[in-house]
């Protein structure tokens, strides 16, 4: 299993990562809220619609074919790129937990696992470090009050 520490470095380099892409990423914030907050979510919509609105324009104008044709073109298009972008961001995170870790297929099986659980789960889960010199990690669960009431 992985330590502490190694988790806390997975964590940095997964941040360093989206800080890339455009995402505030900041300590203590977990990744699936960052993923699903309304800030992220609007600006990826807009980006991706003005995009895609240009290049049917353009295509239709340009090159004058249908819009039918042009539509079909540009869905699949975006399909390969989400498709690629998820490879790559996947092939990195493990390329980053096989390094920090410095084990075999455990390592990133676990370090995947976790990933996916921070981003898609009922289960919220978070790591949240104190400041330096008394650095600490405390996970913490919080299931959705829902699966409690009756």
């Known amino acids: 299993m992985t330590s502490a520490n190694h988790i ?3 964590r940095t380099n997964v941040g360093k990562l ?5 995402m505030n990423y900041k300590p203590g914030v977990s990744l699936r809220q960052l993923f699903w907050s309304s800030s992220n979510n609007s600006q990826v ?24 044709v042009v539509v079909v073109v540009v869905v699949v298009v975006v399909v390969v790129v989400v498709v690629v972008v998820v490879v790559v961001v996947v092939v ?6 096989e390094v920090v870790v410095e084990e075999e297929a455990t390592a990133t099986v676990v370090g995947l696992f976790f990933l996916l659980l921070c ?32």
């Not at 240009?54 to 039918?68: P, T």
């Not at 990195?92 to 937990?97: A, C, H, M, R």
């Not at 299931?143 to 009756?150: E, N, V």
């Open 119 to 150: 981003l898609f789960s009922p289960i919220s889960v978070s790591f949240q470090t104190s400041s330096p010199p008394t650095t600490s990690l405390s996970l913490y669960t919080r299931i959705y009050p829902k699966m409690f009431t009756r």
């Open 45 to 68: 919509v807009v980006v991706v619609v003005v995009v895609v609105v240009v290049v049917v324009v353009v295509v239709v104008i340009v090159v004058e074919v249908e819009v039918v």
């Open 8 to 10: 806390i470095r997975l």
């Open 92 to 97: 990195v995170i493990v390329v980053e937990v």
């Open 18 to 22: 989206l800080n890339l892409t455009g």
